[in-house]
């Protein structure tokens, strides 16, 4: 059964720096895609980052390029998120998927539970 655990949540002031991590079980081979998503109260959920596993593409929401990157450390079968310049705008619950190809596109299938990030101003 796969799972993925989220770590590294926490409480920081404007203009700190987080990084999550993701750790991967039970998989027996490397995911087409895994990524990053955050949801605040009352609002969407929104996606945050994905990498392309195998060829190491990226892609950002452009409320987080420049500050965040996604990576990940197949060794250790576990995704990464490094959030620098963190705002207040950027609390919310963070989740990592895992996904599949489908047509081409980032299917995602396997969900974490998630780690809560605040940041006070």
């Known amino acids: 059964q796969v799972q993925l655990v989220e770590s590294g949540g926490g409480s920081v002031q404007a203009g700190g720096s987080l990084r999550l991590s993701c750790a991967a079980a039970g998989y027996t081979y490397s995911p087409y895609c895994m990524g990053w998503f955050r949801q605040a109260p009352g609002k969407e959920r929104e996606g945050v980052a994905t990498i392309y596993t195998k060829r190491g593409a990226t892609d950002y929401a452009d409320s987080v390029k420049g500050r965040f990157t996604i990576s990940q450390d197949n060794a250790k079968n576990t995704l990464y998120l490094q959030m620098t310049s963190l705002k207040p705008e950027d609390t919310a619950m963070y989740s990592c998927?895992?996904?599949?190809?489908?047509?081409?596109?980032?299917?995602?299938?396997?969900w974490g539970q998630g780690t809560q990030v605040t940041v006070s101003s």
């Open positions: 998927a895992a996904g599949v190809n489908l047509w081409g596109e980032c299917d995602f299938r396997v």
